[in-house]
């Protein structure tokens, strides 16, 4: 976040004055979905805890399910109301047309960050402290070299793309994860333990 801001800093500052809408339209709808992580964090430890595998499970797959939703919506509602909702912090027509270019960026992320933000709340849920710091770093580490290549040749597209892949890479890890059956998904998502609770 802290390389995107700097790198939108550099295009002047109407450009990072419509990114900076962006960016703060973008995190505050995107962390509407962190509620429902935390949310099903505490489920999740809740279940995990008592060794209740079914029901963690099935509070995994709901809240991924419902996280989904919830970003797919929030994605449609920025898309036609991103301009009503820019012309809250500006009037300035220069500063409104910078920000609605990124109107695609701040809709088309909200699907992506929805479980990105949802698999983070699970990982904390079981305790998976370790893989989450990880594939933080990756995913930081890869965004940022993109960033740094792409935001010079792009400008504000570039600086928008690196905060995707950023998002994107985070989503994929913890699906990842979960697909993989590492570490304590191991015993919520065992097959072996479905079938003995049927």
Not at 12 to 24: D, S, T
Not at 89 to 94: E, G, N, S
Not at 124 to 145: E, H, L, N, P, Q
């Amino acid at each position: 976040m802290t390389l995107s801001t700097s790198l939108a800093a550099r295009e002047g500052p109407v450009p990072m004055a419509g990114h900076q809408l962006c960016l703060q339209v973008w995190l505050t709808i995107s962390l509407l979905n962190d509620a429902l992580a935390l949310a099903g964090q505490a489920l999740l430890a809740t279940e995990y805890t008592k060794r209740n595998y079914k029901q963690a499970r099935m509070v995994l797959y709901r809240v991924l399910q419902i996280g989904g939703v919830t970003g797919t919506a929030l994605a449609i509602i920025l898309f036609f109301g991103f301009g009503s909702f820019s012309s809250l912090f500006t009037d300035d027509p220069a500063v409104l047309g910078i920000a609605k270019s990124g109107v695609w960026f701040v809709a088309i992320s909200q699907p992506i960050n929805a479980v990105a933000f949802v698999v983070d709340g699970l990982y904390y849920g079981v305790s998976d402290f370790a893989y989450a710091a990880y594939s933080m770093f990756f995913a930081g580490a890869i965004s940022s070299a993109f960033l740094l290549v792409a935001a010079p040749e792009f400008g504000l597209g570039g600086v928008w793309a690196g905060l995707i892949l950023f998002m994107s890479l985070r989503a994929v890890a913890g699906l990842w994860r979960l697909g993989s059956k590492g570490g304590p998904w191991n015993s919520i998502l065992s097959e072996t333990d479905l079938r003995d609770k049927m």
